[in-house]
């Protein structure tokens, strides 16, 4: 917690109180408010955290009018040319990039606890053929906490440190699972001499009677993506598993919090819902027409994957996804895809479109995600799914961060009451 320098002076009804400001490395300062409510019997109003800092952390910082994300300081664009997830996991989780034998050592954990315990296959086998992967991820997830008891004491340093190396190892298994389990056809076990995303590709694709050679390009794009979904400061599934994990709860459960709600179409669900879009848009020239919907008020329709709370300039993600998006097209042969072209003239004329202009709209990382996914082979139900596998790492981290603070409180906002004051209870005939 960074020291306070300076003090704001609010004043109620005459009487003035002190406000410490605490300032953090870069980025706004924040005036702490803990004391207010004990000194001046108030609370502040802020229902969707616009101007509220809930945390301290060390681990992701934006600053949304540059369009810049660092992780541990280092620049997205970075990562993704030069790094790769699995790097970028030890980088969330320990602070720094490893040296090379650190990240042996590292792959070599996380590969080692690849596959799910054999009981839990019943689990998914309880499901509807045709339920959405994320439904089944939700369960499966949050069962976890029921197959390894020796991960959930979370005052025990090393629980918290094989729970974390689980999560990141079983996460890709068990959405390829619900993945398999929704096409009926039979798991595919992990297989530990591939890489992350190459294991996650061909439990995905590969069948018993043909095995999937991977294309080493798609595991690159696949990789990509999953860097640059590893973490985003204070999102709402990432405040989700802070929250769940304030009350002691185990880590299994409250990652299953966290991609409860990741799944909601105006955050992780904006992948699907932006293909969608894109797809019932179908062609050019019906883009002023949806541009028009979008605007108007009396109806509900948004562009999916325009727009973001922090980032008012650019999302740095999605201008790396757009580049992507291009190669991997242009590798598979299929650079006259329509959708692409669509997603791109969408964009342009939203840009120069006042509205989205004043409103500082732009595309966030989901606008293009779903169109490499698409390309892969992957249905449009499995594009949160591949958002909760990559995310996984920023919610561990921010979850190690919580928990290992020695500040921990269990996180309990107050409201604005506007009910009914005290009545007494009316017999019911007489109601
Ligand atoms: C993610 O927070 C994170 O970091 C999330 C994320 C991560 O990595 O974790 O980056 C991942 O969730 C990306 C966002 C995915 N969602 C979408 O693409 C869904 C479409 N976008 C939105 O619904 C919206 O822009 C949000 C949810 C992303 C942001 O919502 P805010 O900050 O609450 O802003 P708002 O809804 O209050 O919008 C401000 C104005 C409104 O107009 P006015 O009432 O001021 O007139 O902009 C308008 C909105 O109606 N607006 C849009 C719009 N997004 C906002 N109008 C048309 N189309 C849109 N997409």
Redesign the pocket.
């Known amino acids: 917690m960074g020291d306070s320098k300076t003090t704001a002076r609010l004043t109620i009804d005459g009487k003035d109180f002190e406000l410490p400001v605490l300032a953090g490395t870069t980025g706004p300062d924040v005036i702490d408010i803990r004391k207010l409510y004990g000194q001046a019997g108030v609370f502040t109003y802020d229902p969707?955290f616009?101007s509220t800092a809930s945390c301290d952390s060390t681990i992701t910082y934006?600053d949304g009018e540059k369009g810049e994300l660092l992780h541990r300081g280092y620049p997205i664009d970075q990562l993704a040319e030069k790094s790769h997830f699995l790097e970028v996991c030890y980088l969330l989780l320990y602070g720094e990039l490893p040296t090379a034998a650190q990240l042996e050592d590292f792959e070599e954990r996380v590969t080692r606890h690849t596959m799910l315990h054999e009981q839990m296959m019943y689990l998914f086998r309880g499901y509807r053929r045709d339920a959405h992967p994320m439904a089944i991820m939700v369960g499966v997830v949050g069962a976890l906490s029921a197959f390894y008891h020796d991960s959930t004491d979370i005052t025990d340093p090393w629980q918290r440190e094989v729970a974390s190396i689980r999560m990141i190892a079983k996460m890709p298994t068990i959405a390829a699972m619900a993945f398999k389990y929704t096409l009926g056809q039979p798991f595919v076990y992990p297989r530990n001499d591939l890489d992350y995303a190459s294991n996650f590709m061909r439990m995905c694709f590969a069948v018993p009677a043909e095995d999937y050679e991977v294309n080493p390009i798609l595991s690159r794009a696949m990789d990509r993506i999953f860097t640059l979904?590893a973490d985003?400061?204070q999102?709402?599934?990432?405040s989700t598993v802070r929250l769940a994990s304030s009350s002691g709860a185990n880590p299994f459960a409250c990652i299953a919090a966290g991609i409860a709600c990741?799944w909601g179409?105006?955050?992780?669900g904006?992948n699907q819902?932006?293909l969608e879009m894109l797809r019932e848009i179908g062609s050019v020239d019906r883009i002023p027409e949806y541009l028009a919907r979008?605007?108007d008020?009396d109806d509900d329709f948004?562009?999916?994957?325009?727009?973001?709370?922090?980032?008012k300039n650019f999302?740095p993600?999605a201008k790396v996804m757009k580049q992507s998006a291009d190669e991997v097209l242009e590798l598979l042969g299929i650079e006259d895809n329509p959708t692409l072209q669509v997603a791109k003239a969408l964009e342009k004329a939203a840009l120069e479109d006042d509205?989205?202009v004043d409103?500082k709209?732009f595309p966030?990382?989901?606008?293009y995600s779903g169109i490499i996914l698409e390309a892969m082979g992957f249905p449009t139900s499995m594009f949160t799914p591949i958002?909760a596998v990559s995310?996984t790492i920023?919610w561990i981290s921010q979850w190690k961060e919580m928990i290992s603070d020695p500040q921990l409180k269990i996180g309990r906002p107050r409201q604005l009451y506007h009910g009914e004051t005290l009545r007494d209870y009316i017999d019911i005939e007489n109601r």
């Open positions: 969707g616009t934006i979904h985003h400061e999102n709402a599934s990432t990741l179409p105006a955050h992780g904006a819902a932006c979008a605007k008020k948004r562009l999916m994957g325009f727009g973001h709370r922090v980032y999302d993600r509205y989205f409103k709209l966030n990382v989901d606008f958002f995310r920023g």
